[in-house]
Protein backbone atom coordinates (compact mmCIF):
# COMPACT_ATOMS: atom_id res chain seq x y z
CA UNK A 1 0.00 0.00 0.00
CA UNK A 2 2.45 2.24 0.57
CA UNK A 3 4.20 1.61 -2.74
CA UNK A 4 0.57 2.37 -4.29
CA UNK A 5 0.73 5.76 -2.39
CA UNK A 6 4.07 6.60 -3.51
CA UNK A 7 2.92 5.93 -7.34
CA UNK A 8 0.01 8.26 -6.70
CA UNK A 9 2.16 10.80 -4.88
CA UNK A 10 4.58 10.58 -7.79
CA UNK A 11 1.55 11.27 -10.38
CA UNK A 12 0.31 13.71 -8.81
CA UNK A 13 3.44 15.62 -8.53
CA UNK A 14 4.14 15.13 -12.71
CA UNK A 15 0.32 16.63 -13.08
CA UNK A 16 1.27 19.66 -11.57
CA UNK A 17 4.32 20.09 -13.41
CA UNK A 18 2.42 19.80 -16.61
CA UNK A 19 -0.38 22.72 -15.50
CA UNK A 20 2.65 24.87 -13.86
CA UNK A 21 4.57 24.61 -17.63
CA UNK A 22 1.02 25.01 -19.22
CA UNK A 23 0.09 27.91 -17.71
CA UNK A 24 4.05 29.32 -18.55
CA UNK A 25 3.96 28.87 -21.72
CA UNK A 26 0.26 30.73 -21.67
CA UNK A 27 1.44 33.70 -19.86
CA UNK A 28 4.44 34.02 -21.92
CA UNK A 29 2.45 33.43 -25.15
CA UNK A 30 0.35 36.65 -24.22
CA UNK A 31 2.95 38.91 -23.61
CA UNK A 32 4.99 37.86 -26.27
CA UNK A 33 3.72 35.14 -28.61
CA UNK A 34 5.85 32.11 -29.50
CA UNK A 35 3.93 30.96 -32.38
CA UNK A 36 4.48 32.49 -36.25
CA UNK A 37 1.13 34.39 -38.13
CA UNK A 38 -1.22 31.25 -38.83
CA UNK A 39 -2.14 31.52 -42.67
CA UNK A 40 -5.93 29.70 -43.18
CA UNK A 41 -7.35 28.97 -46.59
CA UNK A 42 -10.92 29.16 -45.40
CA UNK A 43 -12.43 29.98 -42.19
CA UNK A 44 -16.26 29.26 -41.19
CA UNK A 45 -17.27 30.99 -38.92
CA UNK A 46 -20.89 32.94 -38.04
CA UNK A 47 -19.04 35.76 -36.04
CA UNK A 48 -15.46 37.23 -35.77
CA UNK A 49 -15.17 40.27 -33.15
CA UNK A 50 -11.95 42.68 -33.15
CA UNK A 51 -11.35 43.83 -29.60
CA UNK A 52 -9.13 45.58 -27.98
CA UNK A 53 -6.63 44.31 -25.30
CA UNK A 54 -9.07 45.78 -22.34
CA UNK A 55 -11.99 43.79 -23.71
CA UNK A 56 -14.06 46.42 -25.46
CA UNK A 57 -15.34 45.90 -29.22
CA UNK A 58 -14.35 47.66 -32.27
CA UNK A 59 -15.16 45.60 -34.68
CA UNK A 60 -17.61 42.77 -35.71
CA UNK A 61 -17.95 40.51 -39.27
CA UNK A 62 -20.82 38.41 -38.91
CA UNK A 63 -24.20 36.98 -40.38
CA UNK A 64 -27.54 38.29 -39.21
CA UNK A 65 -28.01 36.52 -36.38
CA UNK A 66 -24.64 37.68 -34.77
CA UNK A 67 -25.99 41.34 -35.14
CA UNK A 68 -29.26 40.48 -33.59
CA UNK A 69 -27.68 41.57 -29.94
CA UNK A 70 -26.53 44.05 -27.60
CA UNK A 71 -28.46 47.44 -28.64
CA UNK A 72 -30.13 46.07 -31.82
CA UNK A 73 -32.87 43.61 -30.99
CA UNK A 74 -33.72 40.18 -32.36
CA UNK A 75 -34.55 39.78 -36.38
CA UNK A 76 -31.98 41.68 -37.96
CA UNK A 77 -31.73 41.22 -41.34
CA UNK A 78 -28.34 42.25 -42.89
CA UNK A 79 -24.70 40.73 -42.41
CA UNK A 80 -21.84 42.60 -43.16
CA UNK A 81 -18.77 44.64 -41.09
CA UNK A 82 -19.93 47.06 -38.09
CA UNK A 83 -17.54 49.18 -36.38
CA UNK A 84 -17.82 50.46 -32.69
CA UNK A 85 -16.15 53.37 -31.23
CA UNK A 86 -13.82 53.56 -27.66
CA UNK A 87 -17.59 53.10 -25.80
CA UNK A 88 -18.18 49.64 -28.08
CA UNK A 89 -20.76 51.86 -29.29
CA UNK A 90 -21.95 51.15 -32.92
CA UNK A 91 -20.76 54.01 -34.97
CA UNK A 92 -21.12 52.91 -38.65
CA UNK A 93 -20.15 49.90 -41.20
CA UNK A 94 -21.03 47.86 -44.36
CA UNK A 95 -24.19 45.98 -44.76
CA UNK A 96 -25.95 43.72 -47.23
CA UNK A 97 -29.55 42.08 -47.12
CA UNK A 98 -31.72 40.71 -50.30
CA UNK A 99 -34.28 38.40 -51.09
CA UNK A 100 -36.63 37.34 -53.66
CA UNK A 101 -40.51 38.03 -52.64
CA UNK A 102 -43.77 37.62 -54.62
CA UNK A 103 -43.66 39.55 -57.76
CA UNK A 104 -40.40 41.22 -57.35
CA UNK A 105 -37.54 41.43 -54.69
CA UNK A 106 -36.16 43.36 -51.94
CA UNK A 107 -32.53 44.10 -51.27
CA UNK A 108 -30.46 46.90 -50.32
CA UNK A 109 -26.51 47.69 -49.94
CA UNK A 110 -25.28 50.32 -47.28
CA UNK A 111 -21.97 52.04 -46.22
CA UNK A 112 -22.92 54.04 -42.90
CA UNK A 113 -21.55 56.38 -40.66
CA UNK A 114 -23.30 56.97 -37.42
CA UNK A 115 -23.39 60.34 -35.15
CA UNK A 116 -22.78 59.27 -31.84
CA UNK A 117 -25.05 56.88 -29.95
CA UNK A 118 -27.68 57.47 -32.40
CA UNK A 119 -28.56 56.27 -35.87
CA UNK A 120 -26.79 56.92 -39.62
CA UNK A 121 -26.60 60.44 -40.57
CA UNK A 122 -24.38 60.13 -43.62
CA UNK A 123 -25.29 57.00 -46.34
CA UNK A 124 -24.21 55.73 -49.19
CA UNK A 125 -26.78 53.28 -50.36
CA UNK A 126 -28.21 51.02 -53.14
CA UNK A 127 -31.90 50.24 -52.17
CA UNK A 128 -34.71 48.78 -54.63
CA UNK A 129 -38.28 47.26 -53.94
CA UNK A 130 -40.41 45.60 -56.41
CA UNK A 131 -43.67 44.03 -55.67
CA UNK A 132 -46.75 43.23 -58.01
CA UNK A 133 -47.88 47.61 -56.91
CA UNK A 134 -44.70 48.69 -58.29
CA UNK A 135 -40.82 49.67 -58.09
CA UNK A 136 -38.99 51.53 -56.25
CA UNK A 137 -34.48 51.49 -57.15
CA UNK A 138 -32.43 54.57 -55.15
CA UNK A 139 -29.01 54.62 -55.56
CA UNK A 140 -27.01 57.34 -54.03
CA UNK A 141 -25.78 59.65 -50.67
CA UNK A 142 -28.07 60.31 -48.20
CA UNK A 143 -27.17 62.68 -45.43
CA UNK A 144 -29.80 63.04 -42.04
CA UNK A 145 -29.60 65.56 -39.30
CA UNK A 146 -30.44 63.88 -35.93
CA UNK A 147 -30.86 65.40 -32.68
CA UNK A 148 -28.34 64.92 -29.40
CA UNK A 149 -28.29 61.51 -28.01
CA UNK A 150 -29.40 62.88 -24.50
CA UNK A 151 -32.77 63.55 -26.23
CA UNK A 152 -33.40 59.67 -28.03
CA UNK A 153 -35.83 58.78 -25.46
CA UNK A 154 -38.29 61.27 -26.39
CA UNK A 155 -37.34 60.87 -29.87
CA UNK A 156 -38.24 57.74 -29.91
CA UNK A 157 -41.17 58.43 -27.46
CA UNK A 158 -42.59 61.22 -30.49
CA UNK A 159 -42.33 58.48 -33.10
CA UNK A 160 -44.29 56.02 -31.07
CA UNK A 161 -47.11 58.67 -30.40
CA UNK A 162 -47.06 59.75 -34.31
CA UNK A 163 -48.08 55.92 -35.32
CA UNK A 164 -51.50 56.34 -33.46
CA UNK A 165 -52.46 59.76 -34.62
CA UNK A 166 -54.63 60.30 -37.59
CA UNK A 167 -52.61 61.28 -40.74
CA UNK A 168 -53.70 64.95 -40.75
CA UNK A 169 -52.64 65.06 -36.51
CA UNK A 170 -49.90 63.37 -37.69
CA UNK A 171 -48.10 65.97 -39.80
CA UNK A 172 -49.14 68.55 -37.80
CA UNK A 173 -46.88 67.05 -34.76
CA UNK A 174 -44.09 65.78 -37.08
CA UNK A 175 -43.48 69.40 -38.12
CA UNK A 176 -43.67 70.71 -34.50
CA UNK A 177 -40.90 68.35 -33.49
CA UNK A 178 -39.15 68.75 -36.49
CA UNK A 179 -39.20 73.32 -35.97
CA UNK A 180 -38.05 72.47 -32.24
CA UNK A 181 -35.11 69.99 -33.31
CA UNK A 182 -36.92 66.78 -31.35
CA UNK A 183 -37.00 64.31 -34.49
CA UNK A 184 -34.93 63.05 -37.06
CA UNK A 185 -34.81 64.92 -40.24
CA UNK A 186 -33.81 64.22 -43.58
CA UNK A 187 -31.95 67.30 -45.62
CA UNK A 188 -30.06 66.25 -48.76
CA UNK A 189 -30.54 63.20 -51.30
CA UNK A 190 -28.06 63.21 -53.89
CA UNK A 191 -28.46 60.41 -56.52
CA UNK A 192 -30.45 58.07 -58.81
CA UNK A 193 -34.41 57.41 -57.77
CA UNK A 194 -36.08 55.55 -60.69
CA UNK A 195 -39.06 53.34 -60.38
CA UNK A 196 -42.80 52.76 -61.28
CA UNK A 197 -45.76 54.26 -59.12
CA UNK A 198 -49.56 53.50 -59.80
CA UNK A 199 -48.24 52.03 -63.18
CA UNK A 200 -46.42 55.64 -63.67
CA UNK A 201 -42.94 54.92 -64.70
CA UNK A 202 -40.22 57.93 -63.14
CA UNK A 203 -36.93 58.18 -63.22
CA UNK A 204 -34.90 61.52 -61.44
CA UNK A 205 -31.48 62.05 -61.43
CA UNK A 206 -30.25 65.06 -58.94
CA UNK A 207 -29.45 67.18 -55.90
CA UNK A 208 -32.32 67.33 -53.39
CA UNK A 209 -31.90 69.64 -50.81
CA UNK A 210 -34.75 69.51 -46.98
CA UNK A 211 -34.45 72.66 -44.81
CA UNK A 212 -34.36 71.86 -40.89
CA UNK A 213 -37.63 71.07 -41.09
CA UNK A 214 -37.56 68.17 -43.38
CA UNK A 215 -39.56 70.13 -46.37
CA UNK A 216 -38.08 70.39 -49.61
CA UNK A 217 -36.15 73.85 -50.04
CA UNK A 218 -34.22 73.40 -53.54
CA UNK A 219 -34.25 70.26 -56.18
CA UNK A 220 -31.66 70.01 -58.89
CA UNK A 221 -32.87 67.22 -61.33
CA UNK A 222 -33.47 65.42 -64.45
CA UNK A 223 -37.14 63.69 -65.07
CA UNK A 224 -37.87 60.89 -66.99
CA UNK A 225 -38.01 62.83 -70.27
CA UNK A 226 -34.32 63.86 -70.18
CA UNK A 227 -36.02 67.58 -69.06
CA UNK A 228 -33.52 69.42 -66.78
CA UNK A 229 -35.33 71.24 -63.72
CA UNK A 230 -34.38 73.67 -61.15
CA UNK A 231 -36.51 74.58 -57.96
CA UNK A 232 -36.51 76.27 -55.30
CA UNK A 233 -39.36 76.66 -52.74
CA UNK A 234 -41.22 77.90 -49.29
CA UNK A 235 -39.98 77.43 -45.92
CA UNK A 236 -43.09 74.67 -45.82
CA UNK A 237 -41.83 72.86 -49.17
CA UNK A 238 -45.29 73.21 -51.13
CA UNK A 239 -45.33 77.01 -53.14
CA UNK A 240 -42.63 77.15 -55.48
CA UNK A 241 -40.81 80.56 -55.09
CA UNK A 242 -38.25 80.08 -58.50
CA UNK A 243 -39.19 77.39 -61.24
CA UNK A 244 -36.63 77.96 -63.94
CA UNK A 245 -38.44 77.21 -67.45
CA UNK A 246 -37.01 76.22 -70.43
CA UNK A 247 -37.92 76.34 -73.95
CA UNK A 248 -39.30 73.22 -75.76
CA UNK A 249 -36.13 71.95 -77.77
CA UNK A 250 -34.99 73.79 -81.19
CA UNK A 251 -37.04 76.84 -79.67
CA UNK A 252 -34.72 79.60 -79.52
CA UNK A 253 -34.21 80.63 -75.08
CA UNK A 254 -36.09 84.11 -74.34
CA UNK A 255 -34.62 86.97 -73.07
CA UNK A 256 -37.72 87.96 -70.60
CA UNK A 257 -37.95 86.79 -67.06
CA UNK A 258 -39.35 83.12 -66.87
CA UNK A 259 -43.08 82.39 -65.46
CA UNK A 260 -42.33 82.25 -61.73
CA UNK A 261 -38.74 83.49 -61.66
CA UNK A 262 -38.17 86.78 -59.20
CA UNK A 263 -37.08 89.96 -61.27
CA UNK A 264 -33.68 90.82 -61.52
CA UNK A 265 -32.78 94.23 -59.97
Known amino acids: MEKDLSRNIRVLQGCVAVLFLSTALLVVNGLHPLLPAQNFKVINAERINIREGNGVLKAALSNAAGFSEGQRAAGAKFSGLMFYNEEGQETGGL ?34 FKDPKGTRIDDGLTINARPDWT ?28 QVGKISSSRLFLGVSR ?16 N ?36 PAGEAPSQKPQPGAPKSG
Open 95 to 128: TFRGKAIPGGQDSDVTLSFDQYRQDQNVYLHHEE
Open 195 to 210: GVNAGVPYDYTGLFIK
Open 151 to 178: GVKQEYAIYRELKNLPQAEQDKVRLQSL
Open 212 to 247: KWGRNAIRIYVDNQNKPHFEVYDELGKARLYDLKLP
